[in-house]
């Protein structure tokens, strides 16, 4: 090959991959820059927002890490015992956690269970697989209006739950202690369905050999469950519980569409919504907000390297 | 032992899964039969579940409702939109992302990645705060844009074209065939299973998304149908509830009718997902 040939099949390659990249951006440039532009970009404005003192109006403001400074202070007055009406973003915080540490670990546990009964030659499964998907392909403020009917004190619920336990019957949404229960039945029942179909999906596919080789050594099934099934299905619980908890903290619909009385169902987005479209603090509502995604980070951290499944 | 244990375990599961299957589904058959009673049959308790007499009242109520048609409206026009402009952003950035070398091509997609995990509410209040400088407040345009493409939708996209054998956009590039004129003649028609998927998801999402529509919908002729029907509610338009009841009824039907029209398609997608993972 002489040289010359060989310079000129190289500029006709990098050519051809110039033009090749020139066409990828093409390709991606509408898509792309869209996403970027609001993430990324919007959340350095908001980053930037949070450093000034604004209400959509008048001229913005700047007052430096006075928004961080209140929002610490919310907390710690929260944390003290304020008044619940100056420490609304705590209350938040509060019923957030407790919504999360219920609601996950229960929705979780519950679609195990369902997927190890589904998980046999059961006919008609996919008569359950739909009824059971159901609830999340539905707008939750739908689901929102139509349970608040239904946990009316004279209501479908409580006739059932009454009948079960004879003189149970509470006001769900217009008493303190009951109605962030009730949003987290619906939640648990909104959701729990659909894991299911993904835990039915990995136990499918977990590996058959094993079972096989653990019965020839006389493992029993529940230990055979305990020790084959649940280590094996480490990753896809880890998964479902980061984005069960991820989804729980930024909960927002249905504590929005069934509140309770006074601040018994408040979530944290839902005060950061107040914070900035009512009271039209969009400095301190944008401090809030990067408070909340550094805890959503700080977790989901945490349990990828707990739980270390690998993200798609 | 072992065939009476199997046996127990099926009558068990199947106990399990029916009582089950009974409680996720009563809200929607309690929700459809009311919506054809008396409000009076509606409220007796011990629950009734046969329309007596039969009636559409709730449904001329709520259909007689001068905005309701109008949310109605606007939420097809906002679905559609999302829908259509994702399939081919999507597509066509999939196809790129998965087929076509350039530059910095894994950092942008890990970046797109990266935005998946940021709380829609961090985002919410900058765009509205740009938005209101534009004019896109209180206007279908201000859900429409930020919709028009999705980071889920670009790997999803991404992944069925990774799955696609390799030689066939081989045999196109050696005809001399750009990549675009391979995106429109070969890629994007061959897509047509991940596309509808997509469709569908997308449609799911849009249809029933709140938080954008509640914050940047001001006036009650631009609502969407969730905004609306909760505005409704909560200004206690009607003494009965079950025009409410219809009108969600009404408004949960094209996502349950999609969905039990292509939901071997969704469970399909997922179990795939579940299995990779």
Known sequence: ?312 | MRLSFRLIMAIVGYIVLTVVAIIYLMPFIRSITASFMTWEQAQRMPPEWIPDPFTTRPFEQILGLKYFPVWLINSVIISASIVTAQTILASMAGFAFARVKFPGREMLFSLLLATMMMPGIVTLMPTYALFSKVGLIDNLLGIIIPGLCGASSIFLMRQYYLSMPQDLFDAARVDGCTFLKIFRHIAFPLARPALGALAIYQFLGSWNSFLGPLAILKSIEKFTLPVGLLFAFNRAWYVEYSPIIAGSTLAAAPTIIIFIIFNKYLIKGIQLTAGKR
Not at chain 1, 130 to 147: D, G, R
Not at chain 1, 223 to 248: D, E, R
Request: proline share 4%; net charge positive.
């Open chain 1, 1 to 312: 090959m002489t040289p010359s040939l060989f310079s000129n099949l190289k500029s006709l390659f990098e050519k051809k991959s110039r033009r090749e990249a020139i066409e990828g951006y093409l390709l991606i440039a509408a898509g792309t820059s869209v996403i970027l532009f609001f993430s990324i970009f919007v959340m350095l404005y908001a980053f930037y927002l949070s450093f000034f003192s604004w209400d959509f109006l008048t001229p913005m403001k700047f007052v430096g890490v006075e928004n961080y400074v209140k929002v610490f202070e919310e907390i710690w007055d929260g944390i003290c015992g304020g008044s619940p009406f100056r420490t609304q973003f705590f209350i938040g915080i509060k019923n957030v956690l407790f919504y999360t540490a219920i609601v996950v670990p229960t929705q979780t546990i519950l679609a195990i269970i369902l997927a190890v009964f589904a998980n046999q030659k059961i006919k008609g499964i996919s008569f359950y697989k739909v009824s059971y998907f159901l609830p999340s392909v539905t707008c939750s403020v739908i689901i929102a209006l139509i349970f608040v009917w239904l946990f009316q004190k004279e209501g479908l619920i409580n006739y059932f739950l009454s009948s079960m336990i004879p003189g149970f019957a509470p006001n769900w949404m217009r008493d303190v202690h009951y109605a962030l229960w009730a949003i987290m039945l619906v939640a648990i029942w909104g959701t729990s369905g659909n894991l299911m179909i993904s835990f039915l999906a990995a136990l499918q596919a977990l590996p058959q050999e094993v079972y096989e080789a653990a019965s020839i050594d006389g493992a029993g099934r529940f230990k055979k469950f305990f020790y084959i099934t649940l280590p094996l299905l480490k990753p896809m619980i880890g998964y479902s519980v980061v984005v069960g908890t991820i989804g729980c903290l930024q909960m927002f619909d249905l504590a929005y569409a069934m509140p309770g009385p006074g601040f018994s169902t408040t979530t944290v987005v839902q005060n950061i919504y107040n914070t900035c479209f009512a009271e039209s603090k969009v400095g301190l509502a944008c401090a809030k907000s990067f408070f909340l995604f550094a805890v959503i980070f700080a977790i989901t951290y945490a349990m990828r390297r707990k739980f270390r499944y690998e993200t798609t």
